[in-house]
């Protein structure tokens, strides 16, 4: 299972918005709306930011958004904010019933 | 507050095996699928391999089949994922972290809790 394709960088500056892409086939991401985003910092443990495409776990900013176009599902965050300099990854649940990350993002704020 | 314990940092000499063990405090885990995810230094996410709650069902990557076996003790709520045959290549951290049910009742497939981590160095 190849990892799902995302850009290696982002950034912006404060208060902009950005997307970072993740490409996968029709056999996960394409497939089914199993597609969760993770932020992490370094030396830290990944946080859950958006499960099912688009749907925002409590506690989680309404800054980050998702949703997906057939193979390709995005992450949106608004009003961006230095705290929001990280790596991001997406993953999906695929049709052979394992799962597979993105190549990972990183976004730096200007 | 929900926290899941992982064992510490291990070093071990390359053909040897190594085991990590999670477990939660705060909460029960014993009917969820617990995940394991590593991360080599600099490196993306790798999803691993799952265990069922009953530890009757496991799912592992391809990659690492054959090398790679998880369990569980349900009397003690402890989870663990043993890597055999080790490479310097497997030098990582490794995570677990557990899939929740979602509204019906089902396996939600995403991970919401994750481990502290646990640091695994493969060198002679």
């Known amino acids: 299972q190849s990892a799902l394709t995302q850009p290696a960088s982002v950034s912006g500056s404060p208060g902009q918005s950005i997307t970072i892409s993740c490409t996968g086939t029709s056999s996960d991401v394409g497939a089914y709306n199993y597609v969760s985003w993770y932020q992490q910092h370094p030396a830290k443990a990944p946080l859950l930011l958006i499960s099912?495409?688009?749907n925002r776990p409590s506690g989680v900013s309404s800054r980050f958004s998702g949703s997906k176009s057939g193979n390709t599902a995005s992450l949106t965050i608004s009003g961006l904010q230095a705290e929001d300099e990280a790596d991001y990854y997406c993953?999906?649940?695929?049709?052979?019933?394992?799962?597979?990350f993105g190549t990972g993002t990183k976004v730096t704020v200007l | 507050q929900v926290h899941l314990v992982q064992s510490g940092a291990d070093v071990k000499e390359p053909g040897a095996s190594v085991k990590v063990s999670c477990k939660a405090s705060g909460y029960t885990f014993t009917n969820l699928y617990v995940h394991w995810v590593r991360q080599a230094p600099g490196q993306g996410l790798e999803w691993t391999g799952t265990i069922g709650p009953s530890g009757r069902h496991t799912g592992y990557a391809q990659n690492l089949r054959g090398r790679v076996t998880m369990t569980r003790d349900t009397s003690t709520g402890t989870v663990y994922m043993e890597l055999s045959s080790l490479r310097s290549e497997d030098t990582a951290v490794y995570y677990c972290?557990?899939?929740?049910?979602?509204?019906?009742?089902?396996?939600?497939?995403?991970?919401?809790?994750w481990g502290q981590g646990s640091l695994v160095t493969v060198s002679s």
């Open positions: 972290a557990t899939e929740p049910k979602d509204t019906y009742g089902g396996d939600a497939k995403y991970f919401d809790y």
């Open positions: 993953n999906s649940f695929t049709s052979s019933g394992t799962y597979v």
């Open positions: 099912d495409v688009s």
